[in-house]
C-alpha cells in the first residue's frame, strides 16, 4: 500500500533563507503523482507544486522546488526566501488510482510538518 | 463563486444531535471526497464520490452518512457523534483524467462535540 512519511513534526528557519521539508515515500506503482500542499491556521489546504514519476526534471513553482530523488523515494519541498506568511503546516501527499472506477483517484497524505519563519 | 465550499464553518454538538456538513464545488470536477483531520494524525479519507456514486469507504462509522445528490454537492449527515469525533472535516473534489491533476480542498468544518 502507498504511504507517505514525514519525519519533521516542526522546522524553523529564518526569514528569507532557504528551507527543506522531508517527504518519503512507498509504492509499487511505476506511474505515481507527488503533493506538496500548505495548510496556514485557517485551514484550508493550498496547493503548492507536483511532481509526476515519468518527469525528467524537478517541479519548480515561483519559490517552491521540488527535490525529486526516484530511486531513493524522497519529493523533498524546497522554499526559497522565506517569508512570514509561509508559517504554516505543510503536507506531502501521492495520488493512488482507484481500481474499478474510471479515473477516480484518492489522495494519501503525510503527518505533516509545521514551519515557522522567524523575523 | 469559485472553488471549493463547505457550510458551517464551526459546528459544536451535542451527541445526541443530528447535524449536516455540506460541500460545494463550482469547479466542474467529477470526484469529491471527505477527510477527516486530527490532531497529530494524518489526514484521513473518510470516503469517495466518483461521478456521484460512492467508490471508498474506509470503515467509516455508520454515525457518519454521506450523500452526494449531484457532481456539485456533497453533503456529510451526522447523528450520534461522540467526542472523538471532534476535528476539522475537509472536503476536496478532483477531476480524473484530467489536465489538472491535485484535488483541490476547501476550508473545513471544526466539529467539537460535547
Known amino acids: 500500500a502507498q504511504k507517505i512519511t514525514q519525519t519533521q513534526p516542526g522546522m524553523f528557519v529564518q526569514e528569507k533563507e532557504a528551507v527543506t521539508l522531508d517527504c518519503t515515500y512507498d509504492?509499487?506503482?511505476?506511474?505515481?503523482?507527488l503533493f506538496w500542499y500548505k495548510q496556514p491556521s485557517s485551514g484550508e489546504m493550498i496547493f503548492l507544486i507536483y511532481?509526476?514519476?515519468?518527469?525528467?526534471q524537478n517541479a519548480t513553482e515561483g519559490r517552491y522546488s521540488l527535490n525529486f530523488q526516484k530511486a531513493r523515494k524522497s519529493a523533498n519541498l524546497v522554499i526559497s526566501a522565506s517569508q512570514l506568511g509561509d508559517s504554516a503546516m505543510y503536507f506531502c501527499?501521492?495520488?493512488?488510482?482507484?481500481?474499478?472506477?474510471?479515473?477516480?483517484?484518492?489522495?494519501?497524505f503525510g503527518t505533516g510538518t509545521r514551519l515557522k519563519v522567524l523575523a | 463563486e469559485t472553488g471549493v465550499t463547505q457550510t458551517p464553518r464551526h459546528l459544536v454538538m451535542g451527541m445526541t444531535n443530528k447535524k449536516s456538513l455540506k460541500c460545494e464545488q463550482h469547479l466542474g470536477h467529477n470526484a469529491m471526497y471527505w477527510y477527516k483531520q486530527s490532531a497529530k494524525k494524518p489526514l484521513e479519507l473518510m470516503f469517495v464520490y466518483s461521478l456521484e456514486e460512492r467508490v471508498e469507504n474506509n470503515s467509516v462509522p455508520s454515525r457518519f452518512s454521506p450523500e452526494c445528490p449531484n457532481s456539485s454537492h456533497l453533503f456529510l449527515h451526522l447523528h450520534t457523534l461522540q467526542p472523538e469525533d471532534s476535528a476539522l472535516y475537509l472536503c476536496?473534489?478532483?477531476?480524473?483524467?484530467?489536465?489538472?491533476?491535485?484535488?483541490?480542498f476547501g476550508q473545513g468544518t471544526r466539529l467539537t462535540v460535547v
Open positions: 501527499a501521492m495520488r493512488d488510482y482507484l481500481s474499478g472506477t474510471s479515473g477516480t483517484y484518492k489522495y494519501i
Open positions: 509504492t509499487s506503482d511505476p506511474s505515481y503523482g
Open positions: 476536496a473534489s478532483s477531476q480524473g483524467g484530467g489536465r489538472l491533476l491535485e484535488a483541490f
Open positions: 511532481q509526476g514519476s515519468y518527469d525528467q
